[in-house]
Every structure is written in structure tokens, then in C-alpha cells.
């Protein structure tokens, strides 16, 4: 299979139950550990970004 996540489990399918059940969470926790570790990078990215952006706007003058 082309996706880690997927070609796992598929490969769970073919072992025995206590063993696919380890194999499909360890992929599982795997990617969970993947998508949390992006999330908080994206997080710290954006935070910056706005910070940056109200840095830099705030010597922008008003339209009064």
C-alpha cells in the first residue's frame, strides 16, 4: 500500500489476532503521535504569524 497507516493495517489482516491487534495500534498511535506533533508545530507557525502581522500593523496609520 502506498500510505503507512493503510499498508499496516492491510498487513494487520494477514497476521494473527494478537498480533495484528498490536501491529494495527502501534500504526494507530504511530499516526496519532504524527498528526499531534504537526498540529502543534502548525500552532506555533500561526501563533507567530499573528504576532508578526500585529508587530508590523501597528505602526500602519488609521484611516480617520
Known amino acids: 500500500a502506498a500510505e503507512p ?3 499496516a493495517v492491510e498487513r494487520a489482516g494477514t497476521l494473527p489476532a494478537p498480533l ?4 494495527g495500534g502501534a500504526a494507530r498511535l504511530a499516526f496519532d503521535s504524527g498528526v499531534h506533533t504537526t498540529a502543534a508545530i502548525a500552532l506555533v507557525l500561526m501563533a507567530s504569524a499573528a ?7 501597528r505602526k500602519v ?3 480617520d
Open 20 to 23: 495484528a491487534e498490536a501491529l
Open 61 to 63: 496609520p488609521t484611516a
Open 51 to 57: 504576532v508578526l502581522a500585529a508587530v508590523a500593523l
Open 5 to 7: 497507516l493503510a499498508g
